[in-house]
């Protein structure tokens, strides 16, 4: 291109950032303040993703006073952004000043609402994330898939039932049961709360399953069958034996191999459980697939 305007540099910019070139992007952009090219609410959010990306808060901060000074901060895509970046890069007091993203417009006080919810579970603030949530009900904001699959994993991070089956019955209603992501975050909350029949029964109900779904409900059969450890010797066995077929079975039938998560997960029950024989096949899978992960070769 003979000549680059701001449209141009921002375009490669996201690009990158699409693409998990975070490094790049920021010198990118480096380069476009150099040639004093203008700088919009779509820059800054493709900047912010690359400096959350990389963790590099010096730069984000840098950006965040860039954004200040040409009054930008008052953008709703460009306060999600930031939001954004300072929860990946661990610095949640940051991302919810609420005050800095305060809008006028009810609208674009929910894109923020929705953003934080997420972002606050996903960074292990699971009770904030519930907070918010309600927060958004009492004030009459619908949610989407995204925040509603949020903050069932919330309250399955805080093995909360009575809380997490209130929103799945919002999602039933709602009708966004039907999105992956709130399945899955479902099969993880009745995982972790010991409802295995029922985490069992919603993978089944599902139309289209992912890597998540089959990681979601092996890992809960691991987590039942440790908390199912002081069974009487005959009723473990019987327990032991079933559950490690299932797993073998769900793990037999996934379209594609589980994570590592998946295969730790079934490992560790092995060991609990001493299963030798599932137990050499999990730790062997786990090696192929994560060699550095040393609960491979124990």
């Known amino acids: ?18 693409n998990g070139l975070y490094r790049e992007a ?30 590099a808060l010096k730069e984000g901060k840098q950006v965040h006073a ?20 300072y929860c990946k890069c661990k610095i949640i007091s940051s991302a919810l000043c609420r005050g800095s993203f305060q809008e006028d417009d009810p609208k674009e006080c929910c894109v ?55 929103f799945h019955g919002q999602a039933i209603v709602s009708g966004l049961f039907s999105f992956t992501t709130v399945s899955n975050a479902l099969i993880t909350l009745y995982g972790k709360c010991g409802s295995i029949e029922d985490a069992d029964r919603l993978f089944n109900e599902m139309t289209f399953r992912d890597e998540v779904s089959w990681t979601a409900l092996v ?21 032991e034996s079933v559950v490690s077929r299932s797993k073998m079975l769900y793990i037999n039938k996934m379209p594609r191999p589980p ?10 029950s092995c060991r609990l459980h001493g299963n030798l024989e599932i137990g050499k096949w999990a730790a062997a899978s786990l090696q192929e697939l994560e060699p550095h992960i040393p609960a491979g070769y124990i």
């Open 66 to 85: 860039f954004i200040i000074r040409t009054n930008h901060q008052d953008n709703v895509f460009v306060g999600s952004a930031l939001v954004d970046m």
């Open 112 to 166: 923020l609402d929705c953003t934080a919810c997420g972002l606050w579970g996903q960074n292990g603030f699971s009770e904030e994330a519930i907070r918010i949530f309600c927060d958004m009900q009492r004030n009459g904001i619908i949610p989407d898939y995204y925040t509603l699959g949020s903050v069932i994993s919330s309250c399955a991070n805080l093995a909360s039932l009575e809380e997490g089956a209130q």
């Open 26 to 55: 920021i010198d990118l952009f480096r380069e476009m303040r150099i040639e004093g090219l203008a700088v919009d609410q779509f820059t800054f959010g493709s900047m912010l993703t690359g400096c959350g990306g990389l963790m």
């Open 259 to 268: 994570d590592a998560i998946g295969w730790s997960a079934l490992l560790s």
């Open 1 to 18: 291109m003979q000549e680059k305007d701001s449209i141009s540099w921002t375009t490669m910019i996201t690009g990158l950032t699409q």
């Open 219 to 239: 890992s809960g059969y691991a987590q039942f069958a440790c908390s199912r450890a002081g069974l009487v010797e005959k009723g473990y066995q019987y327990f």
